[in-house]
């Protein structure tokens, strides 16, 4: 297992004293969580997303979803209380996280952003999440994300079609 230089992920992990395991795979451009959990011979409902979101009023917002899922933007914005939620564009994200696209962790966001996980997530014994860099995931306890990271969560997870 080839060590992976410190992200601002894996510093914060240190620095608040979580045990994570380091999954490293070849990056593929668009390939997601079906590359990543193939790679790693993972099930890809452990593998979560990190996605950058903004609200209608423009406010940014990070939605950490089950890789074989979708986010329904209709039950999240409901339950958040907001008009609409949209992804951002690749550029806002970046601006917004401080990591690139296909790297972006929830831990070290470079703006502090509400955190939103859906619930069923948490009931997972191990998930892999990005550990701040393409092709980078941590293993952790998804108990980190409610106790520590102090995402809220939500039900607004629907299945994903299948690609053609």
């Not at 890789?67 to 339950?79: E, H, I, P």
């Not at 951002?88 to 952003?113: D, H, I, W």
């Amino acid at each position: 297992m080839t060590h992976v230089s410190a992200t601002p992920a894996t510093e914060w992990l240190k620095r608040h004293q979580i045990i994570f395991t380091e999954h490293v795979y070849d990056y593929v451009e668009h390939g997601g969580t079906t590359e990543s959990s193939r790679q790693l011979g993972v099930d890809k409902h452990h593998v979560v997303k990190t996605l950058v979101m903004q609200d209608d009023q423009g406010k940014g917002l990070v939605v950490l979803m089950h890789g074989d899922c979708k986010v329904s933007t209709k039950n999240l914005a409901r339950q958040i209380i907001v008009k609409k939620i949209e992804p951002c564009t690749p550029e806002v994200a970046q601006r917004n996280s401080g990591y690139m696209v296909g790297g972006t962790s929830p831990f070290g966001l470079r703006k502090p952003m509400p955190i939103y996980v859906e619930r069923s997530v948490l009931a997972l014994s191990k998930i892999y999440i990005n550990g701040g860099r393409r092709g980078f995931l941590v293993g952790i306890d998804p108990q980190v994300l409610t106790e520590v990271l102090k995402a809220q969560p939500v039900d607004c997870a629907m299945p994903q079609t299948p690609n053609r």
